[in-house]
């Protein structure tokens, strides 16, 4: 039984009494002497109160949990059951535990089963909580396989977290209305606890990744999946004002997606939120291989460091590692092996086995389940490789008469910044309108360019490795190497950007004779015996192409000399002005009469140029397949173009080739296991005169 009461007075003690109180986060004792013993709560009464409130909150709670599609909270039950109906036609997500609020986002986002990556690893993260080790194809879905799991776990804790905050609500309120009494009816007291101060927001999750575009990417796809839940997400990547960063982290955001540099830079400088990276519950890497290589991403293993401090959190972490290029293991470059020579140190190749190991030492992986579904390669099933072979000098012919011959959203890859800023001049004096991408790029023109090429049909984008990996953007129908790539993962990523989510793509590798070396090596790590059938051109149209070419790049010639004379000229200007003398115009180092001229003689190539480009390379109506089909006299034709798709005219050519054409191997495929044995016979003494024979020898090199 219990009484209510009505009346406290406090309760002077001595004293050691109260500094023993004050210890432990007390600051005084009151004595209640109001009290009626008729207003007498039954213990059968109190227990349904309390069932009751809890109930209610509970159900608020969950309220808050799952608002409406709208955004707010709704009672109305037609809506809920419409809403139960749609989200049961999504039963390929059955048996992932799932909850409701994310399984309406996937209905929203046209999500109707989960992707092979997925279904393999979800069950695992979700019901097993164990950590994953994820390599698949490019393009497989590898960005939710770890989002969902984490948002899954989220919302558990924070509803585990709203139940602990009810029950103590209510055994506080019964501490305050309900008073137990002794056999004499006397004795009532209440203890007064300091006001804890105001709790500060967890962060639950940490999501990091190689480039600051595909940080942005993870975040609006980890945000529409949870865009019917109250997590926040945030993203912190260099490039963008920090203090709008501070700003948005001082929201508590639970997730955070960024780069380790700006990450590892916001924690030095004390940032309050950042400040429990050691705590958190969830921890994925994306492009794992990638950010662990040696002498990248330094910040990267400071963070690991500090989020491996605490080995209790550590081993209740559950951890994410995802790449396309996880199990990929490529040769080590001549320099590297020439240094380790040089050192008399032992060359021993990496195995899949002992970099997976090395990963999992690395970031702390505890229990992990390890899921391979990238075959060797990386690349996916539906895409298209082929290769053109030419003089480094004639590769901006190729690459203008493929654009021009076949439309489409086109991403070409260069391994420089300088070749992405010369090839982006050369294509936009030929009209081509191409969008650069590379490192030394604003933050905000780089994001600027890539909503473009997004929004734009055939649009084409010119970039560095910096788009290389894990950027999902829609509808790329070509990727063009314009220079070898320098290791067979950058290979597997740049051609990762297309053919993906099932969809057909083709990869075109455009090499000069001196590039061989780097492309035997690529094949010999993918495990390509063969070599990579040719894309088939019409040499009659590279004439026409050549012309508008050359042209083109006469006009960049004499821009970039003008150009030069002008930015030294204004150098020297403004250094005369703020010394305040008169320069000599018999002391300048150029001419200025050469500087007319050029100026002329380029916009009198530019109208030549602007002429060319007016004519079509390839008449209206032509087809690749009929190429010396005669438009005139075909009956009802309509003057427009038949065009076909590269990857239809790749396909094609394949199957001509694998008929006509016998495929010869690349590389011998080398057995380390045996050795090279031969007969040998050795002539001996009249006294031991035998023979010695199957002996191994190694061949000496002389000086």
């Known amino acids: 039984m219990a009484i209510i009461a009505k009346h406290w007075k406090p309760v002077n003690l001595d004293g050691p009494i109260l500094a023993n109180i004050a210890s432990e986060g007390l600051i005084g004792i009151e004595e209640c002497f109001d009290y009626d013993l008729n207003d007498v709560i039954t213990a059968k009464r109190k227990k349904n109160v309390k069932s009751q409130t809890k109930n209610k909150k509970l159900k608020t709670s969950e309220e808050v949990l799952t608002p409406s599609k709208q955004g707010f909270t709704s009672n109305n039950e037609e809506s809920r059951n419409i809403e139960d109906e749609d989200i049961n036609t999504l039963t390929a997500w059955d048996g992932y535990s799932l909850p409701t609020s994310i399984l309406r986002a996937l209905r929203d986002l046209n999500f109707e089963q989960p992707t092979e990556i997925q279904s393999i690893t979800l069950p695992a993260a979700i019901l097993g909580k164990r950590d994953i080790l994820g390599a698949a194809e490019t393009g497989s879905g590898k960005t939710l396989a770890f989002g969902l799991p984490i948002l899954t776990g989220i919302l558990r804790l924070k509803e585990n977290e709203i139940s602990e905050e009810v029950i103590s609500d209510e055994d506080n309120n019964d501490c305050d209305n309900d008073l137990d009494v002794d056999k004499n009816g006397l004795g009532c007291v209440k203890v007064v606890k300091l006001e804890d101060q105001r709790a500060k927001k967890p962060l639950y999750a940490l999501i990091l990744t190689p480039t600051r575009e595909l940080a942005m990417q993870v975040k609006n796809h980890i945000k529409n999946i949870a865009k019917y839940t109250n997590i926040n997400v945030a993203v912190v990547v260099g490039g963008m004002a920090a203090v709008k960063q501070e700003r948005v982290l001082s929201k508590g955001p639970e997730i955070v997606v960024g780069t380790p540099g700006r990450l590892w830079e916001l924690i030095q400088q004390g940032n309050e939120h950042l400040s429990q990276i050691s705590n958190i519950k969830f921890l994925a890497i994306d492009e794992t291989d990638r950010m662990l290589e040696k002498g990248h991403f330094k910040e990267l293993h400071d963070l690991l460091e500090k989020i491996n401090f605490d080995e209790h959190s550590k081993k209740n972490r559950q951890n994410f590692i995802f790449s396309a290029t996880l199990t990929l293991v490529h040769d080590i470059p001549r320099h590297l092996i020439n240094k380790i020579k040089m050192k008399g140190r032992k060359i021993s190749e990496m195995t899949p086995e002992q970099k997976l190991q090395k990963i999992v030492n690395t970031i702390g992986v505890t229990n992990p389940k390890i899921v391979d579904l990238s075959q060797g390669t990386g690349t996916s099933g539906t895409l298209t490789e082929c290769r053109i072979t030419c003089p480094i000098e004639e590769k901006d012919y190729y690459v203008y008469y493929f654009l021009k011959k076949h439309s489409g959203r086109t991403l070409i890859f260069c391994n420089s910044i300088g070749c992405v800023k010369r090839l982006t001049t050369l294509l936009t004096l030929l009209d081509c309108s191409p969008l650069p991408l590379h490192a030394s790029m604003p933050q905000r023109q780089r994001l600027k360019n890539l909503d473009k090429f997004k929004d734009m049909e055939n649009s084409i984008l010119i970039a560095t490795d910096v788009a290389a990996r894990g950027l999902d953007i829609p509808k790329i129908e070509h990727v063009l190497h314009y220079q070898t790539p320098r290791t067979s993962e950058s290979y597997v990523h740049r051609s990762g950007r297309t053919a993906r989510a099932s969809n057909k793509g083709i990869t075109v590798l455009i090499m000069e004779p001196n590039e061989f070396g780097s492309y035997i090596k690529l094949c010999k ?179």
Do not use: C
């Open 525 to 703: 790590t993918l495990g390509k015996n063969e070599d990579i059938p040719i894309f088939p051109v019409e040499d009659r149209f590279l004439n026409a192409v050549k012309e508008r070419v050359n042209l083109a790049r006469q006009v960049d010639k004499l821009q970039l000399q003008v150009k030069k004379v002008s930015s030294e000229e204004g150098w020297l200007q403004k250094a005369a002005n703020e010394m305040d003398i008169i320069v000599d115009g018999m002391s300048k180092n150029y001419d200025s009469d050469e500087t007319n001229s050029n100026k002329k003689l380029a916009d009198l190539k530019r109208k030549q140029l602007t002429i060319l480009l007016a004519k079509p390379i390839f008449p209206k109506g032509f087809s690749g397949r009929f190429p010396e089909l005669s438009l005139e006299n075909v009956t009802g034709f309509n003057g427009v173009s038949a065009e076909r798709k590269a990857v239809d005219v790749m396909q094609e050519a394949i199957n001509k080739s694998s008929k006509t054409k016998r495929r010869v191997k690349l590389y011998k495929p080398k057995d380390k296991t045996e050795k090279k044995k031969r007969d040998v016979v050795i002539k001996l003494g009249k006294k031991n005169n035998k023979i010695s024979k199957n002996r191994t020898f190694k061949k000496k090199r002389h000086s």
